[in-house]
């Protein structure tokens, strides 16, 4: 599928917009009681049917992160951003810690080893952003 | 509600073969649905059949509820674009205007644009098109008649990558604002798998896939890495294309993967790689997806894309 703005194989599409809604309410990106695009902006831009679109945006309106109001379209709800960066600090162990210690351990790098990288990448992050 | 198409048991042989064998669908109204399958595997005959410009030997085809051979309100309310459709010895905009007379909802406006993003002039002559200029009349046509029903049979021979994402631009552009039924045969599945809400795979005359294209994918995974590990993993599962080199092994699941399996998968050092729409309509024809999508419909997975199948 190539000229696809940013999706991939295998996820199911509707996923994906929503995915990528969720990201942009987290980042501030689209920020409460914003405009959120419509289901035909989102169609054209990620070039895919707009019944897809349609599904991403309902899987955040299902989930109370999206609100309906009437004739205008779909807006971020109040306090989704906390939500959904919540829920983000709670799946971080799984979805980055746990594969860095398990390919850690895979290249024989020992958890004070690990720290230690952790420590001094971090230092280095600090230092570039002052 | 009645379904913008139906077929029912249809059936077209000709003396030495049969092109369709006890054909069965429907397709829901304003959806884009994928008419996909190897060349010869009895495309174009269903798509003639629809369009009203051959009969079958047995069974039936409905569009908007009628049967659509020399039924006019029907007719009027589909247009129908061929590979290589032949045009009388006219200038480009004279074929646009007889469109325009046939077609009710005909768009001159769009149609003009059209042909200005494709780059064919209204006064030159049809015959002396390019075969990708030629194509891109057929597409003008096919979108600017905003027919309910709308049928592409591989509308682009001759077009280049570039024309064709104009092409697939503006069909979702105009679709968005004016939704209507269109069924668009294409064997370039993976350029235009997004289009499709659902997706029908013909091989041999015979309907071997029929669903939501949300459903396909993610419904088969490749799976590579040390031969233990992918064995575990795919223990008790259905699966295709194995194949090992030395420790390293890699085959294909078919059915969807948990987010346990996914985390198992990562922490013994698997590769999970999702199959592209066609790879797996390749693998449709072998019937091997059969129990993974039967699987998915009894979980009760959200499709919004309901059929009765074939």
Known sequence: ?130 | MTPAISVAGLTRRYRDHTALDDVSFTIPGKTITGLLGRNGAGKTTLLRILAGQEFPSSGSARILGAPPAENEDVLRRMVFVREDQSYPDIRVGQALRAASWFYPNWDAALASSLLDDFGVRADKAVKKLSRGQRSALGITIGLAARADVTLFDEPYAGLDAVARQIFYDRLLADFAEFPRTVLLSTHLIDEAAALFEGVIVIDRGRIVLDAAADVLRGVATRVSGPSLAVDALAEGRPVWEQRRLGSQASVVIVGPLSQHDREQARSSGLDLTPLSLQQIVVQAATGVLAPALEAEAETGFETGFERTSA
């Open chain 1, 1 to 130: 599928m190539p000229e696809m703005a940013g999706l991939d194989e295998g996820t199911p599409l509707f996923v994906q917009v929503a995915d990528m809604l969720a990201g942009q309410i987290a980042d501030g990106g689209l920020a409460e009681g914003e405009r959120v695009p419509s289901t035909n902006e989102l169609a054209a831009f990620y070039r895919i049917n707009p019944a897809t679109a349609a599904k991403g945006i309902n899987v955040l309106a299902d989930d109370g992160l999206l609100e309906k109001r009437r004739g205008i379209g779909m807006f971020v709800a109040a306090g989704a951003r906390a939500r959904l960066l919540a829920r983000r600090r709670a799946e971080f162990t799984q979805r980055y810690v746990k594969p860095l210690l398990t390919e850690a351990a895979r290249l024989g790098i020992g958890t004070d080893d690990l720290t230690a990288l952790i420590k001094e990448a971090g230092s280095e992050r600090e230092g570039a952003s002052l």
